[in-house]
C-alpha cells in the first residue's frame, strides 16, 4: 500500500523554539497534503489542506502565522510550529492523496510534540 | 455539510465474539466512504474504499458493508490484535479533492 513517512516521531522542546516536521509520500506523487492535530482520546481535527506549489487552506480557527505549510514538490510538505508554547503540545499527523478525487488519505505515523 | 456518526463510542467483546460497527452519515453525493484502523501514538491505517450501496469489501476478518444512509465494519471472530480504534470518514461531491469528513470512531477492545 501507498507509504507516507512523517519525521521525527518524538519532539520535546523550549518554548519559545520552532519546530519542523515534514511528511513524505514514498511511493505516489500526492497531489494534496493535509495536516491534523490529535488531543488524547479525541478525533482527527484536520487544520489545512495543501495542494502542490500553492498556498495550504486553514481550518476556521487555526492561526496561518503559528502554523506554516509549504508544499513544495509531490512528494513533500512542511509544517512548522512557529514560537511553540506549551498550549501547543499534541499529536500531529499527516497525510496525503493522490489526483484523483475519491481516493482515500493515507497517513504518516505522526508526530508527538511536547513543549516545555 | 457532509456528516458523519460512528456508533457505539466504545465496544468491549471477548475473543471470539463477533460484532458490528455503525457508521451513519449524510453526504451530498458520495464519492466514497472510506475505513480507517488507528492504533494508540499511530496515524491511522487505510482498510477500505466503498463507493456505491451494495458493495462489500473483505479483509481477514473484517468486512464493511454499504448503504445509502450507513456503512457497517463487521468483525468475525474478534482477536485481541483487532483492538484498535476505526474511524469512518466520507468524501461528498462538493469538498475539495481528498478531503474528508472523519467520525470521531469506535474504540475496539478484544479481550482473550
Same mark, same amino acid.
Given at each position: 500500500?501507498?507509504v507516507?513517512?512523517?519525521?521525527?516521531?518524538?519532539?520535546?522542546?523550549?518554548?519559545?523554539?520552532?519546530?519542523?516536521?515534514?511528511?513524505?509520500?514514498?511511493?505516489?506523487?500526492?497531489?494534496?497534503?493535509f495536516?491534523?492535530?490529535?488531543?488524547?482520546?479525541?478525533?482527527?481535527?484536520?487544520?489545512?489542506?495543501?495542494?502542490?506549489?500553492?498556498?495550504?487552506?486553514y481550518?476556521?480557527?487555526?492561526?496561518?502565522?503559528?502554523?506554516?505549510?509549504?508544499?513544495?514538490?509531490?512528494?513533500?510538505?512542511?509544517?512548522t510550529?512557529?514560537?511553540?508554547?506549551?498550549?501547543?503540545?499534541?499529536?500531529?499527523?499527516?497525510?496525503?492523496?493522490?489526483?484523483?478525487?475519491?481516493?482515500?488519505?493515507?497517513?504518516?505515523?505522526?508526530?508527538?510534540?511536547?513543549?516545555? | 455539510?457532509?456528516?458523519?456518526?460512528?456508533?457505539?463510542?466504545?465496544?468491549r467483546?471477548?475473543?471470539?465474539?463477533?460484532?458490528?460497527?455503525?457508521?451513519?452519515?449524510?453526504?451530498?453525493?458520495?464519492?466514497?466512504?472510506?475505513?480507517?484502523?488507528?492504533?494508540?501514538?499511530?496515524? !491511522? +491505517?487505510?482498510?477500505? %474504499?466503498?463507493?456505491? $450501496?451494495?458493495?462489500?469489501?473483505?479483509?481477514?476478518?473484517? /468486512?464493511? #458493508?454499504?448503504?445509502?444512509?450507513e456503512?457497517?465494519?463487521?468483525?468475525?471472530?474478534?482477536? !485481541? +490484535?483487532?483492538?484498535? %480504534?476505526?474511524?469512518? $470518514?466520507?468524501?461528498?461531491v462538493?469538498?475539495?479533492?481528498? /478531503?474528508s #469528513?472523519?467520525?470521531?470512531?469506535?474504540t475496539?477492545?478484544?479481550?482473550?
Amino acid at each position: 500500500g501507498a507509504v507516507v513517512s512523517q519525521h521525527p516521531s518524538w519532539v520535546i522542546c523550549k518554548s519559545g523554539t520552532s519546530v519542523k516536521i515534514e511528511c513524505r509520500s514514498l511511493d505516489f506523487q500526492a497531489t494534496t497534503m493535509f495536516w491534523y492535530r490529535q488531543f488524547p482520546k479525541q478525533s482527527l481535527m484536520l487544520m489545512a489542506t495543501s495542494n502542490e506549489g500553492s498556498k495550504a487552506t486553514y481550518e476556521q480557527g487555526v492561526e496561518k502565522d503559528k502554523f506554516l505549510i509549504n508544499h513544495a514538490s509531490l512528494t513533500l510538505s512542511t509544517l512548522t510550529v512557529t514560537s511553540a508554547h506549551p498550549e501547543d503540545s499534541s499529536f500531529y499527523i499527516c497525510s496525503a492523496s493522490g489526483p484523483r478525487d475519491n481516493q482515500p488519505q493515507h497517513f504518516g505515523d505522526g508526530t508527538r510534540l511536547s513543549i516545555l | 455539510e457532509d456528516q458523519v456518526t460512528q456508533s457505539p463510542e466504545a465496544l468491549r467483546l471477548q475473543e471470539g465474539e463477533s460484532s458490528s460497527l455503525n457508521c451513519s452519515y449524510t453526504v451530498s453525493g458520495l464519492r466514497g466512504l472510506f475505513w480507517y484502523r488507528q492504533d494508540p501514538g499511530k496515524g !491511522p +491505517e487505510f482498510l477500505f %474504499t466503498l463507493y456505491s $450501496a451494495g458493495e462489500e469489501k473483505e479483509k481477514e476478518r473484517l /468486512k464493511a #458493508t454499504l448503504t445509502k444512509k450507513e456503512s457497517f465494519l463487521h468483525i468475525t471472530a474478534p482477536k !485481541p +490484535e483487532d483492538s484498535a %480504534t476505526y474511524l469512518c $470518514a466520507v468524501q461528498g461531491v462538493g469538498t475539495n479533492a481528498g /478531503k474528508s #469528513t472523519f467520525g470521531d470512531g469506535t474504540t475496539l477492545t478484544v479481550k482473550p
